[in-house]
Protein backbone atom coordinates (compact mmCIF):
# COMPACT_ATOMS: atom_id res chain seq x y z
CA UNK A 1 0.00 0.00 0.00
CA UNK A 2 1.00 3.65 -0.26
CA UNK A 3 -0.13 6.96 1.90
CA UNK A 4 0.32 10.00 -0.03
CA UNK A 5 0.35 12.65 2.76
CA UNK A 6 1.29 16.39 3.80
CA UNK A 7 3.76 16.53 6.80
CA UNK A 8 1.78 17.30 9.81
CA UNK A 9 -1.93 17.14 8.68
CA UNK A 10 -3.81 15.09 9.31
CA UNK A 11 -2.91 12.30 7.51
CA UNK A 12 -0.40 11.66 9.89
CA UNK A 13 -3.40 9.93 12.02
CA UNK A 14 -3.54 6.98 8.92
CA UNK A 15 0.31 6.75 8.69
CA UNK A 16 0.85 6.39 12.62
CA UNK A 17 -1.97 3.41 12.30
CA UNK A 18 -0.11 2.15 9.36
CA UNK A 19 2.87 1.84 11.31
CA UNK A 20 1.40 0.31 14.72
CA UNK A 21 -0.15 -2.11 12.32
CA UNK A 22 3.05 -3.44 10.83
CA UNK A 23 1.64 -3.10 7.41
CA UNK A 24 3.94 -3.28 4.81
CA UNK A 25 3.52 0.01 3.12
CA UNK A 26 5.24 3.15 1.22
CA UNK A 27 5.16 6.60 1.52
CA UNK A 28 5.09 10.08 -0.56
CA UNK A 29 4.39 13.38 0.85
CA UNK A 30 2.80 15.89 -0.97
CA UNK A 31 2.35 19.69 -0.29
CA UNK A 32 -1.15 20.98 0.98
CA UNK A 33 -3.02 21.47 -1.89
CA UNK A 34 -0.59 20.40 -4.42
CA UNK A 35 -1.88 19.56 -7.83
CA UNK A 36 -0.29 16.89 -7.89
CA UNK A 37 -3.03 15.07 -5.52
CA UNK A 38 -5.38 15.80 -8.41
CA UNK A 39 -3.60 13.62 -10.13
CA UNK A 40 -3.16 10.80 -8.06
CA UNK A 41 -6.97 10.68 -7.56
CA UNK A 42 -8.92 13.43 -9.35
CA UNK A 43 -12.18 11.99 -6.61
CA UNK A 44 -10.24 13.13 -3.98
CA UNK A 45 -10.61 16.80 -3.87
CA UNK A 46 -7.21 17.72 -3.50
CA UNK A 47 -6.85 16.47 0.08
CA UNK A 48 -4.58 14.48 1.82
CA UNK A 49 -4.82 11.28 3.17
CA UNK A 50 -4.85 9.12 0.33
CA UNK A 51 -4.10 5.72 0.30
CA UNK A 52 -3.39 3.30 -2.53
CA UNK A 53 -4.77 -0.34 -1.50
CA UNK A 54 -2.92 -1.86 -4.47
CA UNK A 55 -5.61 -3.92 -5.40
CA UNK A 56 -7.51 -2.93 -7.99
CA UNK A 57 -10.07 -0.55 -6.20
CA UNK A 58 -10.20 3.28 -5.91
CA UNK A 59 -7.57 4.81 -3.46
CA UNK A 60 -9.27 5.14 0.01
CA UNK A 61 -9.90 8.90 0.83
CA UNK A 62 -11.09 10.56 4.51
CA UNK A 63 -8.90 9.97 7.82
CA UNK A 64 -11.36 7.72 9.42
CA UNK A 65 -12.34 5.27 6.76
CA UNK A 66 -8.70 4.68 5.82
CA UNK A 67 -7.53 4.13 10.00
CA UNK A 68 -11.30 1.88 9.75
CA UNK A 69 -9.75 -0.19 6.96
CA UNK A 70 -6.15 -0.41 8.29
CA UNK A 71 -7.31 -1.74 11.84
CA UNK A 72 -9.91 -3.98 9.99
CA UNK A 73 -7.40 -5.17 7.56
CA UNK A 74 -4.42 -5.80 10.27
CA UNK A 75 -6.61 -6.96 13.39
CA UNK A 76 -4.04 -8.54 14.67
CA UNK A 77 -2.31 -5.40 15.63
CA UNK A 78 -5.16 -4.44 17.73
CA UNK A 79 -5.37 -0.76 17.27
CA UNK A 80 -9.25 -0.87 16.41
CA UNK A 81 -10.49 -4.14 15.27
CA UNK A 82 -12.78 -5.72 18.03
CA UNK A 83 -15.05 -8.56 18.37
CA UNK A 84 -17.19 -6.68 20.87
CA UNK A 85 -20.28 -4.89 19.03
CA UNK A 86 -19.79 -1.82 22.41
CA UNK A 87 -16.26 -1.41 21.42
CA UNK A 88 -16.54 -1.14 18.25
CA UNK A 89 -19.34 1.39 18.04
CA UNK A 90 -17.33 3.03 21.15
CA UNK A 91 -14.14 3.63 18.81
CA UNK A 92 -16.22 4.70 16.04
CA UNK A 93 -18.41 7.20 18.06
CA UNK A 94 -15.11 8.84 18.62
CA UNK A 95 -13.65 8.63 15.39
CA UNK A 96 -16.92 10.85 14.18
CA UNK A 97 -16.48 12.89 17.09
CA UNK A 98 -12.60 14.00 15.82
CA UNK A 99 -14.12 14.01 12.10
CA UNK A 100 -17.07 16.01 12.53
CA UNK A 101 -16.80 17.96 15.35
CA UNK A 102 -13.37 18.52 16.46
CA UNK A 103 -11.27 18.62 12.79
CA UNK A 104 -13.67 21.21 11.29
CA UNK A 105 -13.17 24.05 13.64
CA UNK A 106 -9.43 23.85 13.60
CA UNK A 107 -9.88 24.45 9.49
CA UNK A 108 -10.65 28.41 10.34
CA UNK A 109 -7.76 28.96 12.14
CA UNK A 110 -5.54 28.07 9.19
CA UNK A 111 -7.21 29.46 6.60
CA UNK A 112 -9.33 32.00 8.29
CA UNK A 113 -9.93 34.49 4.99
CA UNK A 114 -11.73 31.17 3.27
CA UNK A 115 -14.19 31.75 5.70
CA UNK A 116 -15.33 35.35 5.69
CA UNK A 117 -16.07 37.54 2.32
CA UNK A 118 -14.95 40.79 4.43
CA UNK A 119 -10.71 40.15 3.52
CA UNK A 120 -9.65 42.62 5.87
CA UNK A 121 -6.81 41.64 8.58
CA UNK A 122 -9.37 42.57 11.12
CA UNK A 123 -12.46 39.88 9.89
CA UNK A 124 -9.81 37.57 9.96
CA UNK A 125 -8.93 37.72 13.18
CA UNK A 126 -11.72 37.91 14.30
CA UNK A 127 -12.66 34.78 12.60
CA UNK A 128 -9.61 32.56 13.84
CA UNK A 129 -10.75 33.90 17.41
CA UNK A 130 -13.99 32.22 16.85
CA UNK A 131 -12.51 29.26 15.92
CA UNK A 132 -10.27 29.15 18.77
CA UNK A 133 -13.15 29.56 21.05
CA UNK A 134 -14.62 26.75 19.32
CA UNK A 135 -11.85 24.37 19.62
CA UNK A 136 -11.39 24.66 23.45
CA UNK A 137 -15.14 23.80 23.42
CA UNK A 138 -14.60 20.72 21.47
CA UNK A 139 -11.63 19.60 23.21
CA UNK A 140 -13.03 20.15 26.56
CA UNK A 141 -15.10 17.29 25.37
CA UNK A 142 -12.12 15.04 25.00
CA UNK A 143 -10.67 16.29 28.29
CA UNK A 144 -13.79 14.86 30.44
CA UNK A 145 -13.94 11.66 28.29
CA UNK A 146 -9.88 11.51 29.45
CA UNK A 147 -10.49 11.23 33.44
CA UNK A 148 -8.76 8.62 34.25
CA UNK A 149 -7.95 7.36 31.15
CA UNK A 150 -4.89 7.34 29.43
CA UNK A 151 -5.88 6.67 25.79
CA UNK A 152 -9.37 7.60 24.53
CA UNK A 153 -10.72 3.62 23.80
CA UNK A 154 -8.94 1.00 26.17
CA UNK A 155 -6.21 0.57 27.89
CA UNK A 156 -3.89 0.77 24.67
CA UNK A 157 -3.73 2.79 21.74
CA UNK A 158 -5.89 2.71 18.70
CA UNK A 159 -7.23 4.39 15.47
CA UNK A 160 -8.67 7.42 17.28
CA UNK A 161 -5.47 8.43 19.16
CA UNK A 162 -3.66 7.84 16.30
CA UNK A 163 -6.55 10.43 14.35
CA UNK A 164 -6.56 12.55 17.64
CA UNK A 165 -3.00 13.16 17.87
CA UNK A 166 -2.15 15.63 14.87
CA UNK A 167 -5.04 17.96 16.21
CA UNK A 168 -3.48 17.87 19.66
CA UNK A 169 -0.46 18.99 17.59
CA UNK A 170 -2.08 21.87 15.94
CA UNK A 171 -3.77 22.68 19.42
CA UNK A 172 -0.06 23.09 20.48
CA UNK A 173 0.64 25.94 17.69
CA UNK A 174 -2.87 27.77 17.57
CA UNK A 175 -3.91 27.79 21.09
CA UNK A 176 -2.18 30.64 23.07
CA UNK A 177 -2.31 28.31 26.32
CA UNK A 178 -1.14 25.37 24.17
CA UNK A 179 -2.98 22.21 26.11
CA UNK A 180 -1.69 23.93 29.49
CA UNK A 181 -5.67 23.86 30.84
CA UNK A 182 -6.49 20.65 29.87
CA UNK A 183 -3.52 18.52 31.68
CA UNK A 184 -5.62 14.84 30.69
CA UNK A 185 -4.72 16.04 26.74
CA UNK A 186 -2.01 16.76 27.54
CA UNK A 187 -1.09 13.52 28.91
CA UNK A 188 -2.68 11.55 25.63
CA UNK A 189 -0.09 13.76 23.77
CA UNK A 190 2.80 13.07 25.55
CA UNK A 191 2.29 9.28 25.74
CA UNK A 192 1.64 8.82 21.85
CA UNK A 193 4.50 11.38 21.30
CA UNK A 194 6.66 8.77 23.32
CA UNK A 195 5.57 6.44 21.49
CA UNK A 196 8.50 4.36 19.50
CA UNK A 197 6.58 4.25 16.34
CA UNK A 198 4.73 7.79 16.43
CA UNK A 199 8.71 8.79 16.77
CA UNK A 200 9.66 7.32 14.25
CA UNK A 201 6.63 8.27 11.51
CA UNK A 202 7.72 12.12 13.23
CA UNK A 203 10.91 11.87 11.80
CA UNK A 204 9.74 10.81 8.73
CA UNK A 205 7.56 13.31 8.08
CA UNK A 206 10.54 15.95 9.37
CA UNK A 207 8.13 16.85 11.84
CA UNK A 208 9.14 17.46 15.87
CA UNK A 209 7.02 16.28 18.74
Known amino acids: MKLYYTPGACSLGPHIALEWSGADYQ ?3 VPFSDERLNEIYPEGNGKVPILDRENGLPPLTQS ?7 ADRYP ?8 SVDELAEINRWLVFLCADLHPVFHPVFVGDRY ?3 QSQTAIEAVESAA ?20 IVGDSPTIVDAYAFP ?10 EKLENTPNLQR ?18 GLTS
Open 27 to 29: TEA
Open 64 to 70: PAILRYI
Open 76 to 83: GARIGSSD
Open 116 to 118: TTD
Open 132 to 151: RTLIRKELEVLERHLQGRIY
Open 167 to 176: MLRWAQVKLP
Open 188 to 205: LHDALAADAAVQKVMNAE
